[in-house]
């Protein structure tokens, strides 16, 4: 029986099993890009996604960037005016949402509404066979349901991120107004005061980053599905779960590797 073991398994299951994660999304990753520069191109089936993920996300969006924006302003006032510094508000508000909060922040709702939204499309036909059934038509199911899908978060996320910071910034504006009577002209002024050209470049690595991290992880897990009904919800549950955790691990390499870049 420990003979069995043994040639049943390399190391331990969980370990075997760990290995043949990483060489099948290897393998899923290697095939993206090789899909990805060949045709034919759907480019109706990547507007369409690009639809699907960014306007049908606006409304959900617009709530959350507005209301981050007055909560962040609000919590951020009393510590500055205990040090005569609420003028810096405005610009203390620039940072933080175009630098950070505008990309996690959208990149973490659209984890939980795409890309669990991917996983249990791909997820459903992949148990009901349709993937299979498009295999053996003049449709390559890799290249229209995951390349599309991986390409039109990468694109669609950025432009939602910023879309968030403008909305973020709006709702801050609000608050500061009310309090300062500032106009919005000086507010916007004083928000991109402190924004240099390297913040933006970081902000917008950061929501591709991201964009793509949702695709894939939702298209990896909806085309690998199985189990029936029961393996749907698995996938989605997993797309929501393991984008969030490696979108907070870029967060922090991106952060630190743009720290290290301008301090050098």
Request: overall charge positive.
């Given at each position: ?11 331990t ?129 890799f ?41 919005i ?10 924004i ?51 979108i907070?691990?870029e ?14």
């Amino acid at each position: 029986m420990y003979g069995d073991r043994i040639k049943k398994h390399i190391f331990t299951r969980r370990v075997d099993q760990f290995f043949r994660d990483v060489y099948d999304i290897s393998k899923f990753f290697k095939t993206f890009f090789k899909e990805a520069f060949k045709r034919p191109f759907h480019f109706n089936e990547l507007i369409n996604q690009c639809y699907e993920v960014g306007f049908r996300s606006l409304p959900l969006i617009t709530l959350t960037g507005f209301i981050i924006g007055i909560v962040f302003t609000i919590q951020s006032r009393p510590p500055l005016e205990n040090f005569g510094a609420s003028s810096w508000l405005p610009s203390l508000m620039g940072i933080a949402i175009i630098k950070s909060l505008g990309p996690l922040v959208t990149s973490l709702i659209c984890a939980g509404k795409v890309g669990s939204g991917i996983g249990a499309e791909l997820g459903s036909m992949k148990v009901t066979e349709q993937i299979e059934a498009m295999e053996v038509s003049s449709i390559h199911p890799f290249k229209f349901l995951v390349v599309n899908r991986i390409l039109a978060t990468t694109i669609t996320i950025p432009i939602l991120s910023f879309y968030c910071c403008f909305i973020a910034l709006m709702g801050s504006f609000i608050n500061v107004h009310f309090e300062e009577s500032s106009s919005i002209i000086t507010f916007y002024q004083n928000a991109f005061s402190t924004i240099t050209f390297i913040d933006i470049i970081e902000s917008t690595i950061k929501a591709v980053t991201y964009g793509f991290t949702i695709g894939f992880v939702g298209c990896y897990n909806g085309y690998n599905a199985s189990q029936g009904t029961r393996g749907v919800g698995k996938a989605a549950n997993l797309a929501v779960v393991y984008a969030m955790f490696i979108i907070f691990i870029e967060e922090i390499l991106i952060v630190q590797i743009f720290t290290w870049i301008i301090n050098s």
